[in-house]
């Protein structure tokens, strides 16, 4: 058996564990620079405020039923997240963490359980030690899994946990589940087999093998078996270390002076290189871009872009922020406003898995690691930021965020303060 565990309106609910005076309020969460809507509670859903909608066209809904809005605060949301796969951890040998909210959990071998009471146990845990509401969902896939804790959010009755393995209840709720809400259909895949009739998840497992494999591949055959309760999807149990990472933001207004864009690129490159280390890879190429607001078509237009090969792969803070602002001289054009920067690193490899130059300083590079590894202790101690680069100038991303909440639990001066009387 596989188990799912799925944060309910999870960057809503991290902000209503600080706020409970925000229980059955609408709660909406705002992506960068507060544009467009990317959290939404239950209750901010049957106002009817859509996934995905720009801030300003909902102002009046906003003002009119007093929705609390939030921008993003990920420090805060990262941290419950480690929290409840705390917890998570509790209940399963082995877990694969799929996304920020999301968690499969291996439960083959465990024999002799009530798998609905396990569920449930689990849901309520999580909620207990981080008062995250959390569906579980169990079932002989982790396709199946996932569909069943989607049934813990649309049935309150289930208690946060479901057990789905009764052939005849999965062909029941298969029968009613939208063909489009399948894990791994697409959304181009989606239209493309209702064309074909198929509304269905029910309907998907009716097709034959040979029409799935000829026109959805072997992705598709995966889906076709796993909703016919035969694992296909293999569990990952080790940690896998991202192949390209990318740090960029939208400004909250426009650059017109280098020092200013060299300062915000710096902040990318330093936040990438910590990212780099986290996964103990180093990246053997970098992309430096920015660019003016595409919007603003009165305007004239700039997209600069640079790539660096670095010649001894590299994961240091110092190197990388180095290597980026050589690039933004490169790419700054007087005149322009530039609205979005980012850093991309690419071709990364395992920090110990490279084949070095004979004439690489063996000694500066032990010297390096050395000294990074200092400045990532103080900051984990005093926080992000607390030591960081002159080029970084404040530390500070340039984006607009007027509406985030404290940093709870990663900053000690927004500890929440509690008086006694």
């Known amino acids: 058996m596989f188990a799912l565990a799925d944060c309910n309106n999870f960057f809503a609910s991290c902000e209503r564990v ?6 059955g309020k609408p709660i909406i969460v705002l992506s960068s620079n507060d544009g467009c809507v990317i959290a939404r509670s239950n209750e901010a859903k049957a106002l009817g405020i859509k996934m995905g909608v720009p801030y300003f066209k909902i102002r009046d809904i906003v003002t009119t039923y007093n929705v609390a809005v939030f921008s993003t605060n990920m420090a805060l949301y990262g941290d419950m997240s480690q929290r409840v796969r705390w ?26 359980i009530n798998f609905d009471e396990y569920a449930k146990n689990i849901s309520q845990s999580c909620f207990k030690m ?35 393995h009764r052939p005849e209840d999965i062909e029941k709720v298969l029968r009613k589940y939208p ?29 034959s093998e040979n029409v799935i494999r000829n026109i959805f591949g072997i992705t598709g055959l995966r889906t076709w078996k796993e909703l016919q309760s035969i694992p296909c999807i293999e569990f990952e149990y080790g940690f896998e270390a991202k192949q390209s990472i990318c740090v960029s933001r939208s400004l909250s207004s426009e650059i017109y002076d280098i020092q200013e864009l060299q300062e915000q ?6 936040s990438l290189s910590e990212k780099l280390r986290n996964q103990n890879s180093v990246a053997c190429e970098l992309s430096v871009f920015a660019y003016t607001n595409r919007f603003k078509q009165n305007e004239r237009q700039m997209y600069g872009n640079r790539l660096v090969q670095i010649q001894t792969p590299t994961n240091d803070q110092r190197t990388i922020v180095n290597m980026t602002i050589t690039a933004v001289n490169e790419l700054f054009c007087n005149g322009f406003g530039y609205k979005k920067a980012g850093v991309i690193a690419t071709r990364i490899v395992p920090a110990n898995g490279y084949m070095r130059s004979l004439f690489d300083d063996v000694e500066a590079l032990v010297r390096e690691q050395k000294l990074t590894s200092v400045v990532d202790s103080l900051n984990r101690t005093f926080g992000r930021g ?36």
């Open 18 to 23: 600080f706020r409970p005076d925000l229980q």
């Open 179 to 207: 063909i489009e809400d399948v894990w791994g259909i697409g959304r181009r895949t989606a239209p493309k087999l209702k064309a074909m009739g198929v509304s269905t998840a029910f309907d998907y497992t009716q097709l």
């Open 130 to 164: 981080t008062s995250i509401p959390v569906s579980v969902g169990i079932a002989p896939t982790k396709t199946l899994a996932k569909i069943a804790s989607k049934l813990c959010k649309q049935y309150p009755k289930l208690k946060g946990g479901c057990y789905m």
């Open 265 to 270: 690129i710096a902040n990318f490159a330093s």
């Open 87 to 112: 917890v998570l951890e509790e209940f399963s040998p082995a877990i694969e963490v799929y996304s920020i909210d999301e968690a499969f959990l291996d439960l083959r071998g465990m024999d002799n």
């Open 386 to 421: 607390a030591l960081k680069l002159a080029v970084q100038g404040s530390g500070k991303i340039k984006t607009s965020s007027e509406n985030q909440s404290p940093h709870y639990t990663t900053l000690w001066s927004d500890i929440p303060e509690v008086s006694v009387k």
